[in-house]
C-alpha cells in the first residue's frame, strides 16, 4: 500500500517537465552521489536488515555503532586523485569523497546480535529484535 502511494506521487511529479520531476529537491541535486547512502530497510518477526550502498569505500573506512535505539553508520571516501589531461582538461567530475552518517531508529534491538556484512559495494546489517530494551553503547564489527 505504502508503495502504490509512493508511486502515484511519483507519477503525479513526472509531467514530462524536468522542474516539476526536481521538485522539492535542493538545488545541488545529489540524489545520485554517494552523499546520501541509499538505503534499504526491512521489517519481519525476527528482526530488520539494512542494506547500504558504499561504492567505493574500503571496509575499513565503515564505521557502525548502536545506542539507545539508534543506528549510526559513518564511511569515508578518500579524494580523487586528478585525472585530467596537462592542460587541465576534465569533461565531467561526478564523484564525490569525503565523509558521510546517515542513522535509523529501530526500537527492541538485541545489540550484541547484530551484524554487518560488506560485499560488492553494499554493507548489510542485520538487527535481530528482542522483548528486552537495552540502551548500551554497542560498536558492530563488519565481516
Do not use: C, W
Not at 592542460?87 to 535509523?104: D, K, L
Amino acid at each position: 500500500m505504502a508503495n502504490d502511494i509512493s508511486n502515484r506521487f511519483n507519477d503525479l511529479l513526472d509531467s514530462g517537465d524536468e522542474f516539476f520531476k526536481n521538485f522539492g529537491r535542493p538545488l545541488m541535486n545529489l540524489s545520485d552521489s554517494f552523499k546520501e547512502l541509499r538505503s534499504d530497510v526491512q521489517e519481519t518477526d525476527e528482526g530488520y536488515t539494512v542494506a547500504i550502498d558504499v561504492p567505493g569505500v574500503d571496509k575499513k573506512d565503515i564505521s557502525i555503532d548502536f545506542k539507545d535505539n539508534t543506528l549510526t553508520v559513518s564511511a569515508k571516501r578518500q579524494s580523487f586523485s586528478d585525472r585530467s589531461d596537462k592542460e587541465g582538461n576534465m569533461i565531467a567530475s561526478e564523484r564525490s569523497s569525503g565523509r558521510f552518517t546517515r542513522q535509523y531508529n529501530f526500537p527492541d534491538v538485541d545489540h550484541e546480535k547484530i551484524g554487518a556484512k560488506y560485499e560488492d559495494g553494499v554493507l548489510t546489517i542485520t538487527l535481530p529484535k528482542t522483548t528486552e530494551g537495552q540502551s548500551k553503547t554497542h560498536k558492530i564489527e563488519i565481516e
